[in-house]
């Protein structure tokens, strides 16, 4: 799929349908973002605590007896017309990535400067597809590459 | 001024003009809602971080490079013609306290139930009245409750 953003700019953009949550070995919280399961190619971002949760939350990982700030907000919403349509998160800019929530009002398509983070929780709720720029994927490291990776090494000479 | 609530019972409301934030002994973030700086009675509520930040930041005590949760989602529903009238903290029940959230949509009134925490950040950010159930106000203690309560201890017989 490929889109312009606002710079004119074409963009390749991915549609995920893998979110994973996963803490790293210093405890901090990380979203994955897949095409597919079997992907090689990922997009991982650190998140807060509350976001975090707010995700597990949409994955249906957990239930609470009270509602968390964006069911509330998206609780809200439901008596307007508002129509959600995609998020992308389509840049990064000083180790900082940013998101666009993308929905109709009135026949008008909006777009609205997010974090990713909620985007990908609001996304998750609604039920409305998560696109991620391309340039900003990595890809997995596999065991060809880490051959590859010792072979090269011994080619070089200090 | 007096309202009737949902089990049709009236309840006394003091509306709040001072929002205090405190961390208490243990660390723990602390929200006190009084109607006037210099009023003896007080409501008190123990909130999450990133709510606590919330209203922070509503308070204009700091700023930050990307919007918050609940700033997203008031940004969104500035697209519609939804008006927030009032927040109300209205019950309390096996220790968590219970808010609405009203707002009209198209004439018609709406109350969502939210947490207390996530409506004072919307009222702060919408200029909206906040409103508490006074039988949830605890009055401060002064110097005379402290002494005559050594008075009230001294005629207890053991």
């Known amino acids: ?13 991915v549609m995920i349908s893998e979110v994973l949550l996963q803490t790293d070995q210093e405890d901090q919280r990380v979203v994955i973002l897949k095409e597919r399961k079997d992907a090689d190619m990922f997009f991982m971002m650190f998140v807060g605590d509350t ?3 707010a995700i597990a939350k ?3 990982a957990f239930t609470s007896p009270r509602p968390m700030t964006h069911e509330i ?3 809200i919403i439901e008596n307007t017309p508002i129509v ?9 800019t000083e180790g900082t990535y940013y998101a666009n929530i993308y929905f109709k009002m009135d026949g008008k398509e909006v777009a609205l400067d997010a974090r990713p983070s909620d985007s ?3 996304a998750l709720h609604g039920k ?5 720029n391309k340039e900003l994927m ?4 596999t065991e060809k590459d880490l051959e590859n990776y010792r072979d090269l090494i011994k080619t070089v000479k200090f």
């Open 51 to 53: 976001e975090f949760m």
């Open 84 to 92: 959600f349509t995609k998020i992308e998160i389509h840049s990064m």
């Open 73 to 75: 907000y998206l609780k």
């Open 58 to 60: 949409e994955k249906g």
């Open 1 to 13: 799929m490929t889109e312009t953003n606002d710079s004119g700019r074409k963009q390749e953009m």
């Open 138 to 141: 990595r890809r997995m490291i």
């Open 128 to 132: 409305v597809p998560i696109f991620v």
């Open 120 to 122: 990908v929780a609001l």
